[in-house]
């Protein structure tokens, strides 16, 4: 039964990550039917004010790192990464997750519970903007990049800021059922649930082209999405052979000219569907999907939700 929540503020902490956290847990919701949680803000010196990544704005922690003691949840806000983090505060987690404490973590704050060896072999994630230097430092961690969180029972990340207050609402549906995130929810307009993962919010670059020999076919395959292309007609048009051109496509962009050319198209619809009215035929055709059902494959597979789901998102009201 989740009674007790300690937050763990370290400086530089994101105040808005830090807010989710106190919304959901923080927050006396008896009368809509939640239990009250204790909740305890800790820091390693209580009563000292420590800095925000929002210049001007402090946070002070009114638990020292004992507050973690008998938590049945510890959760860890966002906060600039760095290189190291306070030792005391990694020790502190370490105890808390060997005592068996439920530990979470909101976007950035996963490279805290890596720092403390708490990551190593588990599935989890963090902001898609961060994927790569927690794979780097942490390379026995399991990490998703597509998800909004990960829930690995005693173990939850979260990816980047609003994907929190999934995490948290989700822990609270896990612990005291659905009425109890619903009504949470509810008081702080949000969904329950979100469907999709954070891949719909990536952004998604043109790959890096490595040489110089391909560059004018990838101009002009852009230039032409929607005609139809073979590795045959772009090898005669880059004047190589067809074994020749796609060996250096691979080595010049890193993937095939099949996945390169679906993930342009994939890219061409994402801004359509953002900024026309196009329907989703229309956009199909345009693209050079041919029809909605291949386009809908295809978005789905890189962006992760469908072409009608990332209007809705994001298309202009």
């Given at each position: 039964m989740l009674k007790t929540v300690a937050v763990v503020l370290v400086d530089d902490l994101a105040p808005f990550e830090f807010g989710v956290i106190c919304e959901v847990f923080g927050i006396d919701r008896t009368e809509d039917g939640v239990p009250r949680f204790e909740f305890r803000v800790c820091g390693e010196r209580p009563g000292e004010p420590l800095a925000t990544s929002v210049p001007g704005v402090q946070m002070t922690p009114a638990f020292g790192l004992d507050g973690l003691d008998g938590a049945d949840?510890?959760?860890?806000?966002?906060?600039?990464?760095?290189?190291?983090?306070?030792?005391?505060?990694?020790?502190?987690?370490?105890?808390?997750?060997?005592?068996?404490?439920?530990?979470?973590?909101?976007?950035?704050?996963?490279?805290?519970?890596?720092?403390?060896?708490?990551?190593?072999?588990?599935?989890?994630?963090?902001?898609?903007?961060?994927?790569?230097?927690?794979?780097?430092?942490?390379?026995?961690?399991?990490?998703?990049?597509?998800?909004?969180?990960?829930?690995?029972?005693?173990?939850?990340?979260?990816?980047?800021?609003?994907?929190?207050?999934?995490?948290?609402?989700?822990?609270?549906?896990?612990?005291?059922?659905?009425?109890?995130?619903?009504?949470?929810?509810?008081?702080?307009?949000?969904p329950p649930q979100r469907d999709g993962g954070q891949r719909q919010f990536v952004e998604l670059p043109m790959p890096e082209c490595t040489g110089d020999s391909l560059q004018p076919v990838l101009a002009w395959m852009l230039e032409h999405l929607p005609d139809e292309h073979t590795v045959t007609s772009l090898a005669r048009r880059a004047q190589m052979s067809e074994r020749t051109f796609a060996r250096r496509f691979v080595a010049e962009t890193g993937t095939t000219p099949h996945k390169w050319l679906s993930t342009q198209r994939v890219l061409h619809a994402r801004a359509l569907l953002e900024e026309t009215q196009l329907s989703v035929e229309e956009i199909a055709r345009e693209c050079g999907f041919g029809t909605a059902a291949l386009l809908r494959h295809h978005f789905h597979r890189v962006v992760g939700v469908s072409p009608h789901d990332y209007r809705r998102t994001f298309a202009p009201v």
């Open positions: 949840l510890v959760a860890v806000p966002a906060a600039t990464i760095r290189e190291e983090y306070p030792p005391a505060v990694l020790d502190a987690l370490r105890k808390a997750a060997a005592r068996g404490a439920t530990l979470l973590s909101v976007c950035s704050g996963a490279f805290l519970l890596g720092a403390a060896g708490l990551l190593d072999r588990r599935h989890c994630t963090t902001h898609w903007h961060s994927v790569k230097d927690l794979e780097d430092r942490f390379p026995e961690a399991k990490i998703d990049p597509d998800v909004l969180f990960v829930d690995e029972g005693d173990l939850i990340t979260s990816a980047g800021t609003a994907a929190g207050i999934d995490a948290c609402l989700h822990l609270v549906r896990r612990e005291l059922g659905s009425a109890a995130a619903t009504a949470i929810a509810r008081r702080m307009v949000v």
